[in-house]
């Protein structure tokens, strides 16, 4: 450090000296000049008393002496120029021997051309020379020791000079010169000294200015790493868990749909424990989107009139389930003053209040979790401050531990054999949430004795009509229930390319018995939906013709079908993609593979009463950037078990969706070769796109991998690296011959 400091003391230092120098020699031209003017002066002022050749003699050493100061400030302004490195000391000694020269000129002249014998050309010479001297202080001052060469090699042989002619008044007249000399140097010595320091305040607060922008744009460089790092991890999280969670409700729809049929008391009792598992690993799936959205900064609340009693109800049949099983009293009062109706975000608050409540009851083994929402106050406008408690009677918690809370990925208890499961999410999230509807989150606990948390939100007062409540009875999910009477007999529309996804779409309508229409693309969905009125559309993004974003805005111009849903069929379900949708006039999005659950959630929601809107964003935790996600083994090539498990284990459909497999994907990549040699990035990124979605129907793994790559790679660029073409030549090759292989063995 210490060196560091040094080494840029130098520095300055030599660019103090460095600018000392430009500013003597930047001078010498107006010095030089009045020199030649003054010696001109005293030459035709003793034109008539002194010899001529004297006189030419010594003006032709004043030129010489000026013509060598003139080119030694000419050669350092042209190497200073050149920006090669300069000596500062070196040059300043070539300076001052300038100077001396100079000074020894014009000593020659006062000594060698001294008019004794004429008063008033000897008063004449003496007040040039000292004007001489004063004139060439402030030029000389900024090399030290030049100007005290340059006027004391005048005024000492001078004053000497006079002093050795006798009398009175020339010694008088000496002493004054020397006091001059004296005072001209100490002037001289301190404007240098003002100049240096000046030029040194000036250079430091230079580079304390340079340093400062350095070590900004090191820390916006760091900040911006920071950043990008944050993002990358969290768009890793948001990826790795669409990834688990795309199969994981898979695992639940289809669960649902096996309980469904006639099945065995204890099959009956595995697949209850198996849906159970899933939507506890579902629910931790959800905990990370939720938190790397709230890193990213993407979560946004909706603002719409809501039943309080139905939040706290939902909250009480979720968790009283639990909290019966190891045998707590729970309970939940809502303070009368409280109104009923209120305007906010009731998913959120809900997703909080579930958060605190599963804490609660988690980390309590005997006694009682109580919630209590108290009126905090009432605001102008109609807003009022609610105050959820949730109180346990629980393990809880240490100071030690209480300050670790809110943080990510902590838990109170963060050893290896803790007892107690969980992300550490759920509190973070619940914060952000508080925060969000401009309120808090605190807790107070002590050690064996339980726990408090309490929940703060702002909310406005809502429309006091029942019903709301009603719409959101509606709203619920009729799969949970089993119940598909009300879409029975339903038209719909499916638009879609892809063989396979049209057999799925198929065989799930067929459990509501709906009436189905299929379309092969937009254009033949647009033609169809002109001969007959559907009451719901299902419409794929990539398709063949017209794609599904135009096709929607094209039925939107049908004035039969402004209001009629359109649910966007698309296997990115990111963010931007759900965006996109929503702008072509669709109502919603279902993420391929096919969720049972969903799909009958979402035709419920459209098809029985509730407008045609378009649903929240915030409902549901979706993805935030695309990015090929992070996998450490590579996929088996065929994995029929997990295509049978989305199928229902229905192995006649899974042959069938073989076989059209077979029949309509074979030549693929000949395909998408052609479209690429051809420049036709469009249908080479359909191709990819459907190649994708049937393969993964049919649980070729590795295929859909590899057509995941091309159509990720033609994301980002309109050119395709001949590896993932190799790629994808080898594993559709591969595919090929264990789906021909299967049908062997199944046949």
């Not at 400091?5 to 010095?31: C, D, K, P, W, Y």
């Not at 229905?650 to 990549?669: D, G, H, M, V, Y």
């Not at 991998?705 to 790629?727: C, G, P």
Request: charged share 20%; glycine share 6%; hydrophobic share 45%.
């Amino acid at each position: 450090m210490a060196q560091t400091e040094s080494s840029e003391m130098n520095a300055i230092r030599n660019r103090v000296a460095l600018e000392q120098l430009r500013l003597f020699h930047g001078n010498t031209r107006v010095s030089q000049m009045m020199s030649l003017i003054i010696g001109a002066l005293i030459v035709l002022v003793l034109w008539p008393i002194r010899s001529l050749v004297d006189l030419l003699v010594w003006f032709c050493l004043l030129v010489i002496a000026i013509s060598l100061r003139v080119g030694l400030s000419r050669q350092f302004s042209r190497t200073d120029q050149s920006k090669k490195t300069l000596n500062p000391d070196s040059w300043a000694h070539w300076s001052q021997a300038g100077a001396l020269m100079s000074g020894l000129v014009w000593c020659t002249g006062g000594v060698w051309l001294y008019p004794t014998a004429d008063p008033h050309r000897e008063l004449f010479l003496c007040l040039m020379l000292l004007g001489i001297c004063s004139a060439g202080m402030p030029l000389l001052a900024p090399i030290k020791g030049a100007f005290p060469l340059f006027a004391g090699a005048i005024l000492i042989p001078t004053s000497a000079l006079l002093a050795l002619r006798g009398g009175v008044i020339y010694p008088i007249i000496a002493i004054s010169a020397l006091l001059k000399l004296y005072a001209l140097t100490v002037s001289a010595d301190r404007y240098r000294r003002n100049i240096a320091e000046s030029q040194r305040l000036r250079f430091e607060n230079e580079a304390l200015i340079e340093s400062l922008t350095l070590s900004k744009e090191a820390a916006l460089a760091a900040k911006q790493e920071a950043d990008f790092a944050n993002q990358a991890k969290s768009q890793f999280l948001a990826n790795m868990s669409h990834e688990i969670r795309t199969p994981m409700s898979a695992v639940l729809g289809l669960t649902h749909l096996a309980a469904l049929e006639e099945t065995p008391g204890k099959q009956r009792e595995y697949l209850h424990k198996i849906h159970d598992s899933a939507n506890f690993l579902l629910h931790i799936l959800n905990d990370i989107l939720d938190f790397s959205k709230i890193e990213a900064g993407k979560i946004a609340l909706e603002t719409v009139d809501f039943d309080l009693y139905e939040v706290m109800g939902r909250l009480s049949s979720t968790t009283e389930a639990q909290a019966r099983e190891k045998q707590l009293n729970f309970s939940i009062e809502v303070m009368p003053e409280i109104p009923r109706y209120l305007k906010g975000d009731p998913l959120r608050l809900g997703q909080a209040l579930l958060n605190l409540a599963n804490n609660a009851i988690k980390f309590t083994e005997s006694g009682s979790v109580s919630v209590k929402v108290t009126l905090v106050e009432e605001r102008d406008g109609d807003q009022i401050m609610l105050l959820f408690s949730i109180k346990d009677t629980g393990i809880g918690m240490t100071p030690e531990q209480q300050n670790q809370l809110f943080r990510a990925f902590t838990q109170a208890d963060a050893s290896t054999t803790r007892k107690f499961g969980g992300t550490g999410l759920g509190l973070v999230i619940s914060k952000y949430l508080a925060n969000l509807m401009g309120g808090s989150i605190q807790v107070t606990s002590e050690y064996g004795k339980g726990s408090t948390f309490y929940f703060s939100a702002c909310f406005d007062r809502g429309s006091d009509q029942i019903s709301i409540e009603r719409a959101q009875t509606n709203a619920r999910s009729l799969a949970a229930a089993g119940n598909f009477s009300r879409l029975r007999g339903a038209r719909v529309l499916v638009a879609e390319d892809s063989p396979v996804n049209q057999e799925i779409i198929s065989a799930l309508l067929e459990k509501i018995h709906a009436e189905i229409a299929i379309a092969e693309n937009g254009l033949e969905a647009v033609k169809m939906a002109r001969r007959q009125l559907f009451d719901i559309v299902l419409m794929d993004i990539q398709m063949p013709v017209m794609d599904g974003l135009r096709a929607a805005r094209e039925l939107r111009q049908i004035p039969a079908y402004a209001r009629i849903p359109i649910i966007a069929l698309t296997a990115n379900v990111f963010q931007a993609d759900i965006e996109q949708c929503l702008a072509a006039g669709m109502n919603g999005h279902l993420g391929k593979p096919i969720q049972i659950d969903e799909l009958f959630t979402k035709l419920d929601h459209f098809l029985g009463g509730s407008t045609p809107s378009a649903p929240p964003t915030s409902a549901r935790p979706t993805p935030l950037a695309q990015s090929a996600p992070v996998s450490l083994f590579a996929p088996p090539v065929l994995d029929t078990t997990t295509a049978l498990s989305r199928l229902g284990n229905n192995q006649r459909l899974l042959r069938k969706l073989i076989a059209l497999f077979c029949q309509n994907e074979a030549e693929t990549p000949q395909q998408l070769q052609i479209a690429l040699t051809a420049g036709d990035i469009v249908l080479v990124k359909r191709l990819a796109h459907t190649l994708k979605s049937s393969a993964a129907a049919v649980g070729a793994l590795q295929l859909q991998a590899a057509a995941r790559a091309i159509e990720q790679a033609l994301a980002h660029s309109s050119s395709i690296d001949e590896t993932l073409l190799n790629e994808l030549r080898i594993a559709h090759r591969e595919a090929m011959r264990e789906l021909e292989r299967f049908k062997l063995d199944e046949g």
